[in-house]
């Protein structure tokens, strides 16, 4: 991949498509500027189709083929590709934001780095310090678990999750969801944290996506000993990126 110079500070937007959403960022050199979410379909971003920053480089990870060709149409831009990434181990079949964020994580937080996405699915992903892909494990995000209920019964209905930790023993069915879901996915992330830290008891643990705030109060209160030593940053991916773009 063609790198820019960094000194030139140099404007280039960074566009990652997942399964819920677009995400964007706008960086000046290696600064990011600005970090926006838009919803999917349509021309997209409104600032993008009109005016200068359609000449922008414009660098696209995306888990969705279909939305890459779309985005391809646009003049300047260049898609990520796994072949890029410099980690080793790295598989067929594994999603590119799954690797721009452990690549983002590691050179911001150090090596090695367990990322914690929880985006429309909840992925773990590891590396070690070499820089090898030590693996992880795919399930369904917080929303898609609570779609996937009401969809797949006549009687659920599709509730909001609460901002902090609700009580485990419910008495209504909204409640009842609430927990279920939430106690599972938490105890759930909180075995596999156990299981990093006993393998790399330096290792850095960063959570991300769009249910990283909501994840983190909840593990805070659940389990604040794993909390204190979680970090969390919503920029990974863009952190991913611009590693590969910006020289050093
Ligand atoms: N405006 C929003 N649209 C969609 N999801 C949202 C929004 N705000 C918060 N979320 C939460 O973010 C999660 C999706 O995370 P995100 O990182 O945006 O997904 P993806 O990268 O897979 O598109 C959902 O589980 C949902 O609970
Ligand atoms: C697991 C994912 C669906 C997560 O996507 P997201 O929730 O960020 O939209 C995506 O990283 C993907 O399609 N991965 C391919 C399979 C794999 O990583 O093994
Ligand atoms: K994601």
Known sequence: MKRQ??????????????????????????????AWDTEHLGAGDERLASGEWKKLPLYIASVIPSETLFWQNFPNVKIVNRDQIP???IYSSLGIDRALAVLGGGVTSGWPILVIDGGTALTLTGADEQRQLIGGAIFPGLKLQIKSLAQ???ALPEIPLPDRLPDRWALDTKSAIQ????????????NYMQAWWREFPQGQV??????????FNYLETLFPDLA????VDPNLIFWGIRNLVITH
């Open 152 to 154: 797949g019964t006549a």
């Open 179 to 190: 927990s279920g879901i939430i106690y599972t996915v938490l105890s759930g992330i909180a």
């Open 206 to 215: 960063v959570l991300t996506g769009g249910d990283r705030t909501l994840l």
């Open 87 to 89: 980690l080793k181990g």
């Open 228 to 231: 204190k030593k979680t970090k």
């Open 5 to 34: 110079n960094d000194k030139k500070h140099n404007p280039w937007l960074a566009l990652t498509i997942g399964n819920s959403r677009l995400h964007w960022a706008k960086f000046s050199g290696a600064k990011l500027v600005e």
